[in-house]
C-alpha cells in the first residue's frame, strides 16, 4: 500500500492530518458509512455516506474513495488524496463540514441537507440526535436557511457559514463552518 493511501478497516479508526476517520461499514446501497472528526475539536463529527470514487473534503485536502471492500469482518475502505479537484479549493482543517450525502453531529445535535445547495442557499435542518428523525417530535425539527455569512448556535458553540459548495461531479455538495469558541 502507498504511503499517501489510508486504509481503515471496518469498526476500526485511523489518524490522518490531526482528524480521525472511522469506517462504519456497508451503507446497503454499495456504499460507505464513513465517520471524520477533529482530534482537536471532538465536539464534532461528520457522517458520509460515500460511493467508491467519490471525493471528499478532510484534513485542510480532498481525499477519494480509491477502494471499498464490504464483509464482516474483512471489509475495508482506502481513501487517496484526490488531485482532480479542478479549481475547487479544499476546506480548511479546522472547519466542519455538513455534505449533502450524510450529517454533522456537533454536541447532541445534528445538521443534515434537505437538498442540493441552489444560488448560494443551503436548506438544513436540525433536530437532538439523542433519536433518529422519524421518531424525533415535529416541533424540535427546525428547519434552516443557510447563506455565507449567517451563525448558528448550537449549545454553547457558534457556527459561522464559511462556504457554501455546489455539487461539482465527484465532489458532492457541502456547506463548511468555522467553529467557535
Same mark, same amino acid.
Given at each position: 500500500?502507498?504511503?499517501?493511501?489510508? $486504509?481503515?478497516? /471496518?469498526?476500526? &479508526?485511523? !489518524?490522518?492530518?490531526?482528524?480521525?476517520?472511522?469506517?462504519?461499514?456497508?451503507?446497503?446501497?454499495?456504499?460507505?458509512?464513513?465517520?471524520?472528526?477533529?482530534?482537536? #475539536? @471532538? +465536539?464534532?463529527?461528520?457522517?458520509?455516506?460515500? $460511493? @467508491?470514487?467519490?471525493?471528499?473534503?478532510?484534513?485542510?485536502?480532498?481525499?477519494?474513495?480509491?477502494? *471499498?471492500?464490504?464483509?464482516?469482518?474483512?471489509?475495508?475502505? +482506502?481513501?487517496?488524496?484526490?488531485?482532480? !479537484?479542478?479549481?475547487? %479549493?479544499?476546506? @480548511?482543517?479546522?472547519?466542519?463540514?455538513?455534505?449533502? /450525502?450524510?450529517?454533522?453531529?456537533?454536541?447532541?445535535?445534528? *445538521?443534515?441537507? !434537505?437538498?442540493?445547495?441552489? +444560488?448560494?442557499?443551503?436548506? &438544513?435542518?436540525?433536530?437532538?440526535?439523542? /433519536?433518529? *428523525?422519524?421518531? !424525533?417530535?415535529?416541533?424540535?425539527?427546525?428547519?434552516?436557511?443557510?447563506?455565507?455569512?449567517?451563525?448558528?448556535?448550537?449549545?454553547?458553540?457558534?457556527?459561522?457559514? #464559511?462556504?457554501? $459548495?455546489?455539487? &461539482?461531479?465527484?465532489?458532492?455538495?457541502?456547506? %463548511?463552518?468555522?467553529?467557535?469558541?
Amino acid at each position: 500500500m502507498q504511503d499517501d493511501v489510508l $486504509q481503515i478497516r /471496518q469498526g476500526a &479508526a485511523a !489518524t490522518w492530518q490531526g482528524h480521525r476517520f472511522g469506517y462504519v461499514g456497508a451503507d446497503g446501497r454499495g456504499g460507505a458509512l464513513l465517520d471524520v472528526w477533529s482530534e482537536a #475539536e @471532538p +465536539a464534532w463529527s461528520v457522517h458520509h455516506r460515500l $460511493q @467508491p470514487g467519490a471525493i471528499l473534503p478532510a484534513g485542510g485536502r480532498f481525499l477519494r474513495v480509491s477502494e *471499498l471492500r464490504h464483509g464482516e469482518p474483512g471489509g475495508w475502505i +482506502a481513501l487517496s488524496p484526490a488531485g482532480d !479537484t479542478g479549481a475547487i %479549493a479544499p476546506v @480548511p482543517p479546522d472547519h466542519a463540514v455538513l455534505p449533502l /450525502q450524510g450529517s454533522l453531529d456537533i454536541g447532541s445535535t445534528r *445538521l443534515e441537507l !434537505t437538498g442540493a445547495p441552489e +444560488a448560494e442557499v443551503a436548506h &438544513a435542518r436540525r433536530w437532538p440526535k439523542l /433519536q433518529p *428523525l422519524a421518531r !424525533t417530535p415535529e416541533d424540535q425539527i427546525e428547519a434552516l436557511e443557510l447563506r455565507v455569512g449567517d451563525t448558528l448556535t448550537v449549545g454553547n458553540r457558534t457556527l459561522r457559514v #464559511e462556504r457554501i $459548495q455546489s455539487d &461539482a461531479g465527484e465532489i458532492g455538495a457541502f456547506v %463548511a463552518f468555522s467553529i467557535s469558541p
